[in-house]
């Protein structure tokens, strides 16, 4: 049985794009770690430096400390790189 990837959803409250990718997770079981950036400049900083971006959604997969950022993610998008990472492990 393959384990599932680290999900990380960098959200912000009232983002209805944000609302659809947590409910697509929690449909899969897959487990997310969910950063809030509401009010929090310094985690848009993270963003930023990591990205050059800050706005959400953005989701990292991976695992074993090599992730995928998905920048302007969709959920077909998401579900393909869920699926792939599923298959490579």
């Known amino acids: 049985m393959s384990s599932k990837p680290k999900v990380v959803l960098w959200s912000k409250t009232g983002c209805h794009f944000c609302g659809e990718i947590k409910s697509y997770l929690e449909s899969q079981n897959q487990p997310y ?15 930023e430096t990591k990205y050059g971006i800050r706005y ?28 792939s990472y599923n298959q490579a492990v």
Not at 33 to 47: K, P, S
Not at 65 to 78: F, Q, S, T, V
């Open 33 to 47: 770690e969910n950063i809030q950036v509401d009010g929090n400049d310094a985690l848009r900083d993270v963003l």
């Open 56 to 83: 959400v959604p953005v989701v990292e997969v991976g695992g074993d400390n090599k992730y995928e950022a998905l920048l302007n993610p969709d959920l077909e998008e998401l579900a393909k790189v869920l699926e």
